[in-house]
Structure formats: structure tokens, C-alpha cells
């Protein structure tokens, strides 16, 4: 028997730093949601546990302190099971890209050894979990569009979101989250208010540009590129808004539908093609045993500063 989950790569559309907390975690606000580029975990019996990496990006995860071990790990403590697992990851995309790759797969991990080892514990458990290893476990663990909260344990449902296109685009240099807090200057923000649902993709870019990521400027400042990667995104045709993801260096763009987007990344792959490019937005995934729908709006979640 073998078990596969998909790590889909996760999209900030805002990111408002509300608070430091006296830990040095800086509590967000953040709107989520899931590309279609994915990287891929595989999960087979044995009697150890132990981890294999390949892919286009796999050569930059090599060594043993890898996020998805330190998930199956944990989840075997918290369960006492003796069992192990032998995992493959096939790496498809970047690495330190501010796209949550490790965080994916580390919920990845989760989903997957839970299902190979028949524990039936649920979303919101393995969940809780994933909080204590990342704060954007959780909402992958989840893996659809959510509103972030608290440490990043606080997932609550997003607005009802209209057909769009979502295209990602990353000039091929790593940043360190850690070293874009640092960066970061200037004061703290106030939550988003976001209506209940958007009639459009349109619409929705217009409400979003009223928000910000407020690690772009630091971001930008540590990687210039960056700045050349959204001033390309903003010239597309029909390119609604246009925004760094997370910490960066990966930004994306929104558009009508995928289709929009998908001749936007040839368009763009002609022009720039050592960029890494990609296109299209997740499939919701069925909802699984134990994992309520979540109601309650949330103010916020949190990134490591340290």
C-alpha cells in the first residue's frame, strides 16, 4: 500500500503584520489561497522512517533536518506509534519562495501518514499539530482558501470567491522569512475588512488593493528582483492586481479565469524564461472526516521573526 497527498504551493493575496509578540512572532492577518503548482509526497510502509527527495528543487533540501521528517516524527510521538514510513517528496516548487513549499509538504506528510497508518485522527487535529512546527502548517494541513488567525491554529473560512486565475512567478532567488522581518520597518496594521463575498475576480482585485503585504518593501529591499518580476506582472494583459506572496521572492498576479492566466505565463515565459512560472489555482479538496467548516472571522496569524 502506498499513500499520495499533494502539496499545492500557498498564496498570500494580503499580509498585514499587526502586532510583535514578546516571543518574536509577528501576528498577521492574511488571505489564503492554493495555486495548482504542487509538490507531491508519497507515503509507503516500513519499518524505519526515512525521507527521499527528487524533483526540480530537491537538490536544494538535501540533509536530515527536513520539515517533513520533523512532521512524521511528531505525528509518531503523538500517537506512540512504532510504525515508520518510507517518504518520498518530489520537489516541484521553490525553495525559501514565500509560497509555503515546506509547510505543504510538512502537512503533507501529515495527511498522508494518517491515512497509511489508518489513526483517522482528522483535519483539525493533525492541524493543531502542524501549529507547533509552522505557522502556516495548519492552514495547509486545511489546503483551501482560509483566513488566517493567531499563532496561525486560528483558520476561518474565507469569503465566497469568485472564478479567477492566479498566476506565479519567481525570479529564482531564495529569501530567508527570518531576514525580511528584520528588514521590515515602519509601523503596524490594522486588520483587513473584507466583504462576505466578490461577484468577480475584478471586483475581488480592487477590494485586495486596498490591503498591502507589508513585507514587500523589506523584500524588495533585500532582492531587488523582485521589483522587476511585479513591474512585469502589472504590464500583462488583464492582469488585475499584482503583489508579492508571503516573504517572497515569489509574487503573483490575478486574472479573470485560468485560461487568462495560463496565456499570460507564455507571454511571460517568452520574455523571462530562467524565471520559474506557473499557473493556475487549486482544486478545493473534499472535505475530510472530523474537519467542521470554519465560521468564525479571524484577525490574523503568525510568521517566525527570529
Known amino acids: ?11 498570500n493575496l494580503f499580509l498585514h503584520v499587526l502586532d510583535r509578540r514578546p516571543d518574536g512572532y509577528h501576528t498577521l492577518d492574511s488571505l489564503v489561497v492554493f495555486a495548482a503548482p504542487a509538490d507531491t509526497l508519497r507515503a509507503e ?15 536544494a533540501l538535501a540533509g536530515p533536518d527536513n520539515l517533513v521528517l520533523r512532521a512524521a516524527q511528531a505525528l509518531a510521538r503523538e500517537t506512540g506509534t512504532a510504525r515508520g514510513a518510507r517518504l518520498t517528496l518530489t520537489k516541484a516548487l521553490p525553495v525559501a519562495a514565500g509560497i ?23 483535519t483539525n487535529r493533525l492541524a493543531a499539530l502542524g501549529a507547533g512546527l509552522g505557522s502556516d502548517i495548519p492552514v495547509c494541513v486545511h489546503g483551501q482558501p482560509a483566513r488566517m488567525g493567531g499563532i496561525g491554529e486560528r483558520i476561518a473560512a474565507a469569503p465566497a470567491l469568485p472564478r479567477f486565475g492566479l498566476l506565479l512567478a519567481n525570479p529564482g532567488v531564495a529569501l530567508a522569512t527570518a531576514a525580511v522581518f528584520a528588514a521590515r520597518s515602519g509601523g503596524f496594521d490594522s486588520p483587513a475588512t473584507l466583504p462576505g463575498s466578490w461577484p468577480d475576480a475584478a471586483t475581488m482585485a480592487r477590494d485586495l488593493a486596498r490591503c498591502r503585504n507589508a513585507l514587500e518593501p523589506a523584500a524588495i529591499a533585500l532582492c531587488p528582483p523582485i521589483a522587476t518580476v511585479l513591474d512585469a506582472l502589472r504590464a500583462l494583459p ?66 517566525p521573526s527570529a
Open 100 to 122: 509555503g513549499g515546506g509547510s505543504a509538504d510538512a502537512a503533507a506528510a501529515l495527511r498522508a501518514l494518517d491515512r497509511l497508518w489508518r489513526l483517522g485522527l482528522g
Open 238 to 303: 488583464g492582469a488585475h492586481l499584482a503583489r508579492l506572496s508571503g516573504s517572497g521572492a515569489t509574487c503573483f498576479a490575478l486574472f479573470d479565469d485560468d485560461a487568462a492566466a495560463a496565456d499570460a505565463a507564455r507571454a511571460l515565459r517568452a520574455v523571462q524564461p530562467s524565471w520559474w512560472i506557473a499557473a493556475g489555482v487549486a482544486p478545493t479538496p473534499v472535505r475530510r472526516t472530523g474537519t467542521p467548516a470554519p465560521a468564525a472571522a479571524a484577525n490574523g496569524a503568525a510568521d
Open 45 to 59: 510502509p516500513d519499518e524505519t522512517m526515512s525521507l527521499a527527495v527528487d524533483g526540480p528543487f530537491g537538490d
Open 1 to 11: 500500500m502506498s499513500v499520495t497527498e499533494t502539496a499545492h504551493a500557498k498564496v
